[in-house]
């Protein structure tokens, strides 16, 4: 129903304060992180990944990013430690990227973007009864951020890009089972930590980020094989290939970005 929101000239990201006014708010992510203005902050400890592979459940083309959704009905998989007061829920991760690896990312550093972004969503179970309550509340939600560089292959993608031509197109999907993202990870987990929001439409203002500073390593090759997807359903006329799917950094207004040691 209604107009929906894409990333195209005429539904982009420049658009989407039309339908969702939050857009011009004054906690909206992504941003453009500046090292040296971040407070480096003794208080924030390690943040601790605990995700269990019986978790992972499928793969899916959503028309705006590639997600893999992930059993949240208890506390097997959860981000806990660094900003969070308590461990939250792995729900689903996703991947935002360009046309081309200089830019694609939606956090940059000093300026600079990234190939592309990966994002593990969680959510506050301790507090929240559902995902979708958890999406509006100031401290619903966790996003990992991870920034892919690229360079060699990365070992672990292959699992995800094999089966990406099973999801072609918007509103398709396939089992996905015994995945663990762990092996997504760098092998340093120092983190820069906002407050901040969705970077989609409905964007609200849920989402407390903590961003990787060590970018994980894939080839050109395995990112292309991503722009194969279509934003676009299989019997849709035109094709709509799936890149530059990311939004431009929003203004810091009265934010303080803190960093881990
Ligand atoms: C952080 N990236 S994001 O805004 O693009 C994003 C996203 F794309 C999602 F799909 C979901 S989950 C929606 C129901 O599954 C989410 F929480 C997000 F924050
Ligand atoms: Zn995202």
């Given at each position: 129903t209604g107009h929906h929101w894409g990333y195209?000239?005429?539904?982009g990201p420049s658009a989407w304060h039309r339908q969702?006014?939050?857009?011009?708010?004054?906690?909206?992510?992504p941003i453009d992180i500046i090292p040296d203005e971040a407070r480096r902050d003794s208080s924030l400890g390690p943040i601790f990944l605990k995700y269990d592979r019986c978790t992972s459940l499928n793969i899916a083309n959503n028309g705006h990013s590639v997600v893999v959704e992930f059993?949240?009905?208890?506390?097997?998989s959860v981000i806990q430690g660094g900003p969070l007061d308590n461990p939250y829920r792995l729900k689903q991760f996703h991947f935002h990227w360009g046309e081309?690896?200089?830019?694609?990312?939606e956090h940059t550093v000093a300026g600079a973007g990234y190939a592309s972004e990966l994002h593990l969503v969680h959510w506050n179970a301790d507090k929240y009864k559902t995902f979708e309550e958890a999406a509006t509340a100031p401290d619903g939600l966790a996003v990992l951020g991870i920034f892919l560089k690229l360079g060699d292959d990365h070992r672990w993608l292959h699992m995800i890009t094999d089966a990406l031509y099973m999801v072609k197109f918007k509103g398709s999907s396939t089992d996905f089972k015994?995945?663990?993202?762990?092996?997504?990870?760098?092998s340093n987990l120092h983190y820069w930590t906002y407050l901040g929001s969705l970077t989609t439409p409905p964007l609200h203002e849920s989402v407390i980020w903590i961003v990787l500073k060590e970018p994980i390593v894939v080839s050109e090759k395995q990112l292309g094989?991503?722009?194969?997807?279509?934003?676009?359903?299989?019997?849709?006329g035109q094709r709509m290939r799936m890149e530059n799917n990311f939004r431009p950094p929003q203004p810091l207004k009265e934010r303080l970005v803190r960093s881990s040691n």
């Open positions: 195209g000239k005429e539904d969702f006014p939050v857009a011009k708010g004054n906690r909206q992510s059993n949240d009905s208890d506390d097997r081309k690896g200089c830019e694609g990312s015994g995945f663990n993202p762990k092996c997504l990870l760098p094989m991503f722009r194969l997807l279509q934003f676009s359903g299989e019997e849709d």
